[in-house]
C-alpha cells in the first residue's frame, strides 16, 4: 500500500470513531428521559464496566491466568475497603511484577 | 455543579485521569511498535492515534493492514468495535450538567472506555463538562505520549514491567466499580451477571458485540430489580481524589 492510503485509512476511522461519539453531544441535551430510562441508563456505567472487566481480566496473560487472578483479586480487596484508584492500579502491577519474578 | 471555578474543576478531572496514563502508556508504545513492524511510518503511527485516539481498534486495523485487510473492511471493523461507545457518550452526556453544544463535541472526542467509566462514577459536584475535559486531556496526552515512544524509540521499558502493566487498567475498571458495590447487593447481582452473560457471550460471538449486548441486555434487565441511590453525592469521590 501507498502511503496516501494510510491517510485515507486514518481519515475513515477518524470518521467512524468520532461519529458515534458525537451523535449523544448533540442530542441527549435535547432529549428528555422518563425515570425508567434514566435509570437504564445510570446502571450501564456499572453493566459495562462489569463487561470490561470480566472475562478479560483472566486473559491479561494467555499463558498465566494467576496474572489477571492475583492482580485482580488484590484490586478487588483493596477497591472494597474504598483504597483510592491510584492504590488498586500500584499494588495490582506491584503483584503482577512479583509473580512475573517467580514465573 | 457547585460554585467552584472552571480552573478548579479542570485539575480535578485531570488528578482523577492520572491512574490512565500508567494503562495507556504501555500500550500506546504496544500499538506504535506493532504499527511500525506493519509497515508505517513514524508520522503515520502518531498521526493515527492523534486522530482515531482509540486504541483497541488502532491494534486491530494495523494488525488487518499487515495482512493485507482492504481499507473498507479495516473502516468497517473500526466502526463495529467502536460502536460501544455510542453508549458510552449517551451516559457521559446525560449525566453532564452543563456545557455548550461545541464544548460537547469537544468532550465527545475524549470519550473512551476509561473516561466513560471514571466520568460516570464520579459524584454530581464533578459531573460538568470542565472536569470531563480535564480528565481527557490527560488521557489523550498519555495515549499520544505512548504512541510516540513505541514509534521513535520502540521498547525501552523493560518486558517483565510493560508485561505487569497489562492488569492496570483492569485494577482501574474495579478500583472504580467494587466500592459502589458494598452496601448495595442487588447491584452486585446485577454486576455479577453481566460477569458471567458476558462471559458466555464472548465464546460465540466476537468481544465488540458481546460487550453490548451484556451491557444494554443486564442494564435493561436491572431497571426491574436494582435500586440505586438517585443522588450520587458521596459516589465514590474519596476513591478518585
Redesign the interface.
Same mark, same amino acid.
Given at each position: 500500500?501507498a502511503?496516501t492510503?494510510? %491517510?485515507?485509512?486514518?481519515?475513515? *476511522? *477518524?470518521a467512524?470513531?468520532?461519529i458515534?461519539?458525537?451523535?449523544?453531544?448533540?442530542l441527549?441535551?435535547k432529549m428528555k428521559?422518563g425515570s425508567?430510562t434514566?435509570? %437504564?441508563?445510570?446502571?450501564?456505567?456499572?453493566?459495562? *464496566?462489569?463487561?470490561?472487566? %470480566?472475562?478479560?481480566?483472566f486473559l491479561?496473560?494467555n499463558m498465566n491466568p494467576i496474572?489477571?487472578i492475583a492482580?485482580?483479586a488484590?484490586?478487588?480487596v483493596?477497591? *472494597?475497603r474504598?483504597?483510592?484508584?491510584?492504590?488498586?492500579?500500584?499494588?495490582?502491577?506491584?503483584v503482577? %511484577?512479583v509473580l512475573?519474578?517467580f514465573l | 455543579m457547585s460554585n467552584k471555578n472552571w480552573k478548579a474543576s479542570y485539575m480535578t478531572g485531570m488528578r482523577s485521569g492520572l491512574p490512565v496514563i500508567l494503562g495507556f502508556v504501555p500500550v500506546g508504545i504496544a500499538y506504535a511498535i506493532m504499527a511500525r513492524q506493519a509497515g508505517f511510518s513514524v508520522l503515520e503511527t502518531c498521526s493515527m492515534s492523534i486522530a482515531v485516539f482509540a486504541g483497541a481498534s488502532q491494534m486491530m486495523a494495523v494488525g488487518m493492514y499487515e495482512q493485507g485487510a482492504g481499507l473498507i473492511a479495516m473502516i468497517v471493523a473500526t466502526f463495529i468495535l467502536n460502536l460501544r461507545h455510542l453508549i458510552m457518550s449517551t451516559c457521559v452526556m446525560n449525566q453532564m450538567q452543563d456545557g455548550s453544544t461545541a464544548g460537547r463535541l469537544l468532550a465527545a472526542f475524549g470519550v473512551t472506555d476509561e473516561s466513560f467509566a471514571i466520568f460516570t462514577t464520579e459524584s454530581k459536584e464533578n459531573s460538568n463538562l470542565m472536569y470531563f475535559l480535564g480528565l481527557i486531556t490527560v488521557t489523550y496526552l498519555s495515549w499520544n505520549a505512548g504512541t510516540l515512544i513505541g514509534a521513535v524509540a520502540s521498547d525501552f521499558l523493560p518486558a517483565i514491567v510493560t508485561a505487569s502493566l497489562g492488569i492496570a487498567l483492569y485494577a482501574m475498571f474495579i478500583g472504580l466499580l467494587f466500592p459502589n458495590l458494598t452496601g448495595n447487593w442487588k447491584l452486585a447481582v446485577l454486576v455479577l451477571l453481566t460477569a458471567m452473560c458476558n462471559t458466555v457471550l464472548t465464546q460465540v460471538m466476537a468481544s465488540s458485540w458481546a460487550l453490548i449486548i451484556s451491557t444494554l441486555l443486564c442494564a435493561f434487565i436491572g431497571v426491574f430489580f436494582v435500586e440505586l441511590d438517585e443522588e450520587k453525592e458521596e459516589g465514590n469521590t474519596d476513591g478518585i481524589n
Open positions: 500500500m502511503s492510503d494510510i %491517510f485515507l485509512l486514518i481519515a475513515g *476511522m *477518524m467512524v470513531t468520532y458515534p461519539r458525537a451523535i449523544p453531544a448533540v441527549v441535551d428521559f425508567r434514566e435509570k %437504564f441508563l445510570k446502571l450501564i456505567p456499572y453493566t459495562a *464496566m462489569a463487561a470490561l472487566i %470480566f472475562p478479560g481480566v491479561v496473560d496474572i489477571g492482580g485482580g488484590v484490586a478487588i483493596l477497591a *472494597m474504598k483504597c483510592q484508584i491510584m492504590v488498586c492500579v500500584l499494588a495490582a502491577v506491584a503482577d %511484577f512475573y519474578l | -
